[in-house]
């Protein structure tokens, strides 16, 4: 599992994000897409080599994502 490089959790109606994707180091992907996500936690993406996030078609807000990501995303 620690050297999955991605991950696909689309559409399965998560409301948050599961505790044990922090401990995938070597996660660069990961598809959120299609769930009912309405935050994103900050320790989740904070020392991550994650390249791509798909977050498309959640509940989330511009409130609702942590400095780290919308600083990447600028």
Same mark, same amino acid.
């Given at each position: 599992?620690? $050297?999955?490089?991605?991950?696909?959790?689309?559409?399965?109606?998560?409301?948050? *994000?599961?505790?044990? *994707? *922090?401990?995938?180091?070597?996660?660069?992907?990961?598809?959120?897409?299609?769930?009912?996500?309405?935050? *994103?936690?900050?320790?989740?993406?904070?020392?991550?080599?994650?390249?791509?996030?798909?977050? $498309?078609?959640?509940?989330?807000?511009?409130?609702?994502?942590?400095?780290?990501?919308?600083?990447?995303?600028?």
């Amino acid at each position: 599992w620690c $050297a999955m490089q991605e991950l696909d959790l689309s559409g399965r109606d998560l409301s948050s *994000i599961p505790s044990g *994707i *922090i401990r995938l180091k070597n996660l660069t992907s990961l598809n959120l897409s299609r769930n009912n996500l309405q935050f *994103i936690t900050t320790y989740f993406v904070g020392g991550s080599k994650l390249q791509h996030l798909s977050l $498309a078609d959640n509940q989330l807000t511009n409130t609702s994502l942590p400095y780290i990501l919308t600083n990447k995303l600028e």
